[in-house]
């Protein structure tokens, strides 16, 4: 199967976080799957996608957006790249749900914070997870020979929803480093990003703060901060 044409599942996607990362993708020519726990709103949130590029590009090219909508679960069974995009307050029962259709050799990428909003606390606030971030939540829940790779918290959701280019990084974490190498490539297919290395899954952990304190940022100053990393070598974002 070519690069593109191997299906990217965005679970969760009917949110803004994973519509703003299938719209990327999907824009660079990735085939998309949304996944949602309703089949019917996964295809609507695909049709909303595919027609926002399709009012960008008929002048042009056509519409060739390959962009599909599932319930999660047949979302999982349809792809072996997964992007998880739901409330932390979700992930856990969500996995343990999707767990029989997830397959050895599979990518999970997390994007979960897990905010105390989700319990009544502040969005500027993350909760305390016992394994150490939501990430690494994930990594415990999912069968044997599936790679957990966290990613993208630190991207606004509505930036990605936009047009313009991101001007972030993204830090990759993960302890098997083929899946944290293939998500690098994936985050840099976002105009504007570039993909960092950021070591080991425990290393989520600090991503996940990074998002709460971004978040009382973009309350303070009313806008959508992202992060920059300064004083690497070029080499250093592959
Ligand atoms: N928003 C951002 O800027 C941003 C940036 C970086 C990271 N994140 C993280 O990415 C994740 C998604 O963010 P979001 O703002 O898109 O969240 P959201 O809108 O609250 O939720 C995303 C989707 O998750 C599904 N969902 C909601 N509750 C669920 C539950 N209990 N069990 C299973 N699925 C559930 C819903 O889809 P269905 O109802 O269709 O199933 C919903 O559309 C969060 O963990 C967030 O912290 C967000």
Same mark, same amino acid.
């Given at each position: 199967?070519?690069?593109?044409?191997?299906? *990217?599942?965005?679970?969760?996607?009917t949110?803004?976080? /994973?519509?703003?990362i299938?719209?990327?993708? @999907?824009?660079?020519?990735?085939?998309?799957i949304? $996944?949602?726990?309703?089949?019917?709103?996964?295809?609507?949130?695909a049709? #909303?996608?595919?027609?926002?590029?399709? !009012? &960008?590009?008929?002048?042009?090219?056509?519409?060739?957006t390959r962009?599909?909508?599932?319930?999660?679960?047949a979302?999982?069974?349809?792809?072996?790249i =997964?992007?998880?995009?739901?409330p932390f307050?979700? &992930? /856990?029962?969500?996995? #343990?749900?999707?767990?029989?259709?997830?397959?050895? /050799?599979? *990518?999970?990428?997390d994007?979960?914070v897990? +905010?105390?909003?989700?319990? $009544?606390?502040?969005?500027?606030?993350?909760?305390?997870v016992?394994? $150490?971030?939501?990430?690494?939540?994930? @990594?415990?829940?999912?069968?044997?020979?599936?790679?957990?790779?966290?990613a993208?918290? !630190?991207l606004?959701?509505?930036l %990605?929803?936009?047009?313009?280019?991101?001007?972030?990084?993204?830090?990759?974490?993960?302890d098997? @480093?083929?899946?944290?190498?293939?998500?690098?490539? =994936?985050?840099? #297919?976002?105009?504007?990003?570039?993909?960092i290395?950021g070591g080991? %899954?425990e290393?989520?952990? *600090?991503?996940?703060?990074?998002?709460?304190?971004?978040?009382g940022? !973009?309350?303070?100053?009313?806008?959508? $901060? /992202?992060?920059?990393i300064?004083? +690497?070598?070029p &080499?250093?974002?592959?």
């Amino acid at each position: 199967m070519s690069e593109a044409s191997r299906p *990217i599942a965005v679970l969760g996607g009917t949110g803004p976080a /994973g519509m703003g990362i299938a719209l990327r993708w @999907a824009r660079a020519g990735e085939t998309i799957i949304i $996944g949602s726990r309703d089949a019917q709103r996964a295809q609507d949130a695909a049709d #909303k996608i595919a027609d926002q590029i399709a !009012n &960008q590009v008929k002048e042009k090219t056509g519409n060739h957006t390959r962009i599909s909508g599932m319930e999660n679960s047949a979302a999982c069974a349809a792809a072996d790249i =997964l992007v998880l995009t739901v409330p932390f307050e979700g &992930q /856990g029962a969500l996995l #343990k749900q999707l767990k029989p259709a997830l397959r050895p /050799g599979s *990518i999970l990428i997390d994007a979960t914070v897990a +905010l105390a909003a989700g319990v $009544g606390g502040r969005a500027s606030r993350t909760l305390g997870v016992w394994q $150490g971030s939501a990430a690494q939540q994930a @990594a415990e829940l999912v069968p044997k020979g599936v790679s957990v790779v966290a990613a993208f918290h !630190n991207l606004s959701a509505d930036l %990605l929803n936009g047009d313009e280019d991101l001007d972030c990084d993204v830090i990759v974490c993960s302890d098997d @480093a083929s899946a944290a190498h293939l998500t690098r490539s =994936l985050a840099a #297919k976002i105009p504007g990003v570039r993909a960092i290395d950021g070591g080991k %899954l425990e290393n989520a952990r *600090i991503l996940e703060q990074i998002t709460a304190l971004l978040i009382g940022l !973009n309350i303070r100053h009313k806008g959508h $901060g /992202g992060i920059r990393i300064t004083g +690497l070598p070029p &080499q250093a974002y592959d």
